[in-house]
């Protein structure tokens, strides 16, 4: 299942709201499908408060209520059939239920994450990036994360103001995990069941004052934190829909022009481990997000060039869609 949280305009100006896309490529606004379905049950008043309940029009509130609101969903979705392909479907409150794609705008499927970590889980990626150095022994015990800026999310076909102090924007061609649900001291065979979903991440990165900040052991920090720099997209697909130990192409492009990438099952440490240790000690909860790292040969780094201000990056991933963004220099 593919869900995303979309916007669409209205008399009180955009509003958000949950949706899925159909096979038939639109996108069904979740909590208005299943206040169709309970109002056939308990009648139209109260299928909006319970619909509400069961399935908020939000993501994190969708997460949070796991089982019982994905089997009112697959209840919705086997009483309306066909008619989720329908844009004409009208729901209980008269609005639409169904849309065309470029009739919404798609965010960030989960536009505040509780939590952000990334790893750097790609031998290839740390090798390239390293270069003449060897890699550090500890990180093929253990799966290294660092904490990034959940307030700093957005989704696909958005733009990333170019900081300041940065001459060296780059990209970075991952995906990551979604929790969902709560957990601690998980095993890896535990972890893989606390897993929600999958989505593509763009771990934006400027990259000199990286290095700059990391030469004194400490850090990403600045240069990894700026705004809009945490891109997640265009939609989260379920962990019983998609597997990252299939072997997935991901691709980065830069202007159509193909510039790097790799698969999913070249992972050192896969995501059961991954989950585990940052459980270890720590409760991980729904809503946190955890990235795979940088695909090996999926940034500007490891090639020696880099994007230039206005340049269209397109991070694909077979099965969870592509994430579109631009660098873009304001005028000061």
Known sequence: M????????????????????????????LNAACELKLAEQIGARSA??????????????????????????????????????????????????????DEVRLLAPLPRPRSMRDCLAFEEHYKNALRDHPIPPVWYEVPIYYKGNPNTVQGTDSEVPWPPYTETLDYELEFAVVVGKEGRDLTPDQAWKHIFGYTIFNDVSARDIQMKEMAALLGPAKGKDMDGGNLLGPFIVTADAWDPRDDHKMVARVNGEVWGGGTTRAMHHHFGKIVSYVSWGETIVPGDVIGSGTVGTGCGLELGKYPKPGDLIELEVDGLGVLSTRFVKQAR
């Open 48 to 101: 909006r408060n319970l619909a509400d309940a069961l399935v908020p029009p939000d993501m994190l509130g969708f997460i949070d209520n796991g089982t019982i609101a994905r089997e009112t969903l697959d209840g919705a979705l086997a009483y309306l059939g066909a008619k989720i392909e329908n844009p004409g479907l009208r729901g209980i409150r008269g609005g639409r239920v169904v849309w065309n794609r």
């Open 2 to 29: 593919k869900l995303c949280t979309f916007e669409i305009a209205s008399a009180l100006g955009p509003i958000s709201r949950i949706g899925m896309e159909t096979p038939g490529a639109k996108i069904l606004d």
